[in-house]
């Protein structure tokens, strides 16, 4: 099975139990080869609550890839800022299907660090 399938069939299990509602909604992360996602769902209206992605003009860098630690640190932090701003304080953790290391632990750790409780 290759990587990209174990993702998927972990991120399925994830799902069963994570849910996203008003009062919690769920963080989501996602990862390709250049660039990070993470978005704030709030899954009982199927609504982007916020969202922040390397592909912002004010956080594409110069390099071929935006994939890493130190691009996952402004994107916690910003996704914090955001939600923060729409008076979500507290949501659940939807790693995605990845390991919880590297550029995961960067983003969630900077998410907690300014104000996100998870």
């Not at 990587?3 to 399925?12: F, L, Q, T």
């Not at 996952?72 to 729409?86: H, N």
């Not at 507290?90 to 390991?99: K, L």
Request: net charge positive; no cysteine.
């Amino acid at each position: 099975m290759a990587n990209i399938d174990r993702i998927k069939v972990r991120h399925k299990r994830i799902r069963k139990r994570v849910v996203g509602t008003p009062e919690r909604p769920r963080l989501a992360i996602h990862f390709s080869g250049q660039h990070i996602y993470a978005q704030v769902i709030d899954d009982a209206a199927g609504k982007t609550i916020a969202a922040a992605s390397t592909i912002e003009p004010a956080l594409k860098g110069e390099r071929r890839t935006n994939a890493n630690v130190e691009s996952a640190e402004k994107i916690g932090t910003l996704l914090a800022e955001r939600s923060l701003q729409k008076n979500i304080k507290a949501v659940v953790f939807d790693r995605g299907g990845f390991s919880y290391h590297g550029k995961l632990k960067a983003l969630a750790d900077a998410a907690r660090a300014a104000g996100l409780e998870f």
